[in-house]
């Protein structure tokens, strides 16, 4: 069975501080997605990762694919408010794979306080 | 452009009450899903729509239906709502062919008790 275990679950910092979130799986990915969902709303795409290796910059955030394609993390310096969410990651998964469908880990929830 | 639209937002049930969640796309996208979502356990792919004209279970299917209507619209039906089906709902719809694989774009949700 395809897992995404994601860690921490739960994250509280200050405004300015830096933080890694962490995505892993026994299991190798084709590539991985990692989401931003705000409350009340659902989850919205921040990047896709592909190769293994892969580094990707959206601003103050930072995604990396490892290079065994098993896990990724997600990096954001200086973090802001704004920032707060939950913070998932997902891939293709078992369910007709070639389909589209994706497995999602159970997220981190991250809060930054002003 | 609204993306992906559902109805209702919340909605509350009593146990054995049916409903339908409507789910809309307009980015003309072929696949579309619906999941829910619960504390801890992570979004769950309840069924999904490869295309028009065909639907397939996903890892919770039990007690749902689903319907694909048209290329645009997906519904999910609970014929007999249960407590343990209080949950979010969303649906979502993946790109077209040909562009990056995988990446799907999410509804509001659907907020649902069961009394």
């Known amino acids: 069975t395809q897992l995404l275990e994601q860690s921490p679950q739960f994250l509280s910092i200050q405004e300015g501080e830096n933080l890694t979130v962490y995505c892993n799986s026994s299991s190798v990915f084709s590539s991985l997605q990692w989401y931003r969902q705000e409350p009340g709303e659902g989850p919205v795409l921040l990047v896709t990762v592909v190769t293994g290796g892969e580094v990707k910059k959206l601003k103050r955030l930072t995604f990396q694919f490892g290079d065994a394609r098993k896990d990724s993390s997600l990096h954001i310096t200086a973090a802001q408010p704004g920032d707060t969410g939950l913070y998932l990651c997902a891939g293709p998964g078992i369910y007709g794979g070639s389909q589209g469908n994706l497995i999602f880990g159970k997220g981190t929830k991250l809060s930054v306080k002003p | 452009n609204a993306g992906v639209t559902q109805t209702p937002k919340f909605q509350v049930l009593k146990t054995g009450q049916s409903m339908t969640l409507q789910c809309a796309q307009d980015?003309?996208?072929?696949?579309m899903y619906w999941y829910r979502q619960d504390p801890g356990m992570g979004l769950r792919l309840i069924y999904y729509?490869?295309?028009?004209?065909?639907?397939d279970k996903g890892e919770v299917p039990n007690g749902y239906n689903v319907s694909r209507l048209n290329k645009r619209e997906f519904s999910l039906r609970l014929e007999s709502a249960a407590p343990s089906q209080t949950s979010v709902y969303f649906c979502?719809?993946?790109?077209?062919?040909?562009?990056?694989?995988?990446?799907?774009?999410f509804g509001p949700g659907t907020r649902l008790t069961v009394t």
């Open positions: 729509s490869a295309s028009e004209g065909t639907t």
């Open positions: 979502a719809s993946r790109v077209l062919p040909g562009q990056t694989p995988y990446e799907q774009y």
């Open positions: 980015m003309n996208h072929n696949s």
